[in-house]
C-alpha cells in the first residue's frame, strides 16, 4: 500500500481529520514524527531511508514499529512507503533536527509524540510500547517528566528514539524560537538536538539493539548480518513479507512450523509448502484473523497425524480390521494368529498326501 496520506488525514495543513483508533486499549493514543530528510554524509549522500535491509526499506522498517500511532508525520520529501503517512518538510529544507521536529509537531494533536530517526532497522513495536508505558506510569511517568528515551550500547542518550510529552516539545521549541537573534529567518536552523534535550525532564531505558542506528556502510553490512541469524531471519521474513502483500495479522508462527513439519514428515516434502498455503486460503474464506488461521491449522496438523499414523504398523486403524487381531490383513495373505486367538484347527489332508499313521508321534508344532 502506498500514499501520502494517513488514514482520515487531510490533504492540506490544517483541515479536519479524524484520528484512527489508538494502540492501547483505553488510552488517548499517541502520535509520531518521523525525521528522515538529512544528508547521509556518511553514506556518500546516499537516500538513507530508502536502503533496504531485509529486503525492506529503512523507513518503512520504522514505521512498522510505530504503526499505531494515531497519525505518523515525516517529515522529508513525499515517497512511496508501507503505510500511509502524512508529509512534512522543515523551512528551509535541510536546516536540521529542530526545525525538523518543529515541522512535525504542527501536524499533530495527541498529548504524547514518539519522535524517531528513519533509519533504527531494530526497532520494534515493542520498544515503542516500552518508552509509552514508561512515559505514563506513576511515579516513572510523573506530571514533571517530560519524556523517555533510550541510550545505546556505550550509554549515550538518543534523543530519536523517545517518547515526549508533546507540550514539553512545543515550550522549549518556542524558548528557543525566542531566543534566536532578532530578524532570523529560521530560528531554529542549524541548531543541535541537545539544546532542546538539556532543557526537559527525562528518563532513560537502556536498549543497545533497538537504538542501533545505521550511519555507516559498515552499520548497514551489520544490520543485514544480523536479521539473517538463525534466531531472527523467520520473523524478521513474515515480517517483511506482510508489508509486502499489505497484511496487518499477527498468528502464532509456531502453529504454522509445526503444521509444515508434519505435513513434511508424514506426507511429502512438497506437502508443507501446499498445506500453509491451503491453510491461510481457509482461513480467509473464514474471515480471517488468528482465531481462524489457528482453526484452520489445527484442522490440517490433525490430518497430517492421522495420515503419518497409518504408516505405523501398531497402530490400529478405525475401520476394516479383523475382530480378533485389531489389523486388517494384506490382500491373499492369512492373518497370523494372536496369543488371546484360539489356534487355528489342523487342514484336512490334501487328497494327493497318505493319511497319518496314528502309530507315529505327531510332528513337533514348535
Do not use: N
Not at 263 to 289: S, W
Not at 312 to 337: C, E, M, Q, R, V
Amino acid at each position: 500500500m502506498t500514499s501520502h496520506e494517513s488514514s482520515g488525514a487531510p490533504a492540506s495543513p490544517g483541515a479536519p481529520w479524524a484520528p484512527r483508533a489508538p494502540w492501547f486499549t483505553g488510552s488517548p493514543g499517541y502520535d509520531a514524527v518521523v525525521l528522515a530528510g538529512g544528508a547521509a554524509r556518511r553514506l556518500g549522500g546516499a537516500d538513507k531511508p530508502g536502503v533496504l535491509v531485509g529486503g525492506r526499506p529503512l523507513l518503512d522498517r520504522v514505521l512498522a514499529a510505530c504503526a499505531g500511532a494515531r497519525t505518523t508525520v515525516v517529515v522529508a520529501d513525499p515517497r512511496p512507503t508501507a503505510r500511509p503517512v502524512r508529509w512534512a518538510r522543515e523551512d528551509p529544507p535541510g536546516a536540521g533536527p529542530l526545525a525538523a521536529l518543529d515541522a512535525g509537531l504542527r501536524h499533530l494533536t495527541a498529548a504524547e509524540v514518539v519522535v524517531l530517526s528513519a533509519d533504527l532497522p531494530f526497532l520494534e513495536p515493542a520498544t515503542v510500547a516500552t518508552l509509552l508505558a514508561a512515559l505514563r506510569t506513576p511515579g516513572t511517568g510523573a506530571p514533571g517528566l517530560d519524556g523517555v528515551l533510550l541510550t545505546d550500547a556505550e550509554g549515550r542518550d538518543q534523543p530519536l528514539v523517545a517518547a515526549y510529552r508533546t507540550a514539553a516539545l512545543r515550550r522549549g521549541l518556542a524558548a528557543l524560537t525566542r531566543a534566536a537573534p532578532p530578524g532570523a529567518p529560521a530560528p531554529l536552523a542549524g541548531l543541535p538536538l541537545r539544546k532542546l534535550i538539556s532543557t526537559l525532564h527525562l528518563t532513560r531505558v537502556p536498549d543497545a539493539v533497538a537504538a542501533f542506528d545505521c550511519d555507516t556502510w559498515d552499520d548497514i553490512a551489520t544490520a543485514r548480518a544480523r536479521i539473517r541469524e538463525h534466531g531472527h531471519v523467520l520473523d524478521e521474513w513474515i515480517s517483511a513479507a506482510k508489508d509486502e502483500l499489505g497484511l496487518d495479522l499477527d498468528v502464532d508462527t509456531g502453529v504454522l512450523l509445526d503444521l509444515a513439519r508434519d505435513a513434511a514428515h508424514g506426507v511429502a516434502r512438497p506437502a508443507a509448502p501446499l498445506t500453509t498455503f491451503l491453510v491461510g486460503y481457509a482461513a480467509a474464506r473464514a474471515g480471517g484473523g488468528p482465531e481462524a488461521v489457528a482453526e484452520a491449522a489445527r484442522k490440517a496438523a490433525a490430518l497430517a497425524l492421522r495420515w503419518a499414523a497409518e504408516d505405523t504398523p501398531d497402530t490400529a486403524p478405525t475401520s476394516g480390521t479383523t475382530p480378533a487381531t485389531g489389523t486388517t490383513p494384506a490382500p491373499g495373505t492369512t492373518p497370523a494368529p494372536s496369543s488371546e486367538q484360539a489356534p487355528a484347527a489342523e487342514p484336512a489332508p490334501s487328497p494327493a498326501e497318505p493319511a497319518p499313521d496314528p502309530a507315529k508321534p505327531a510332528p513337533d508344532a514348535g
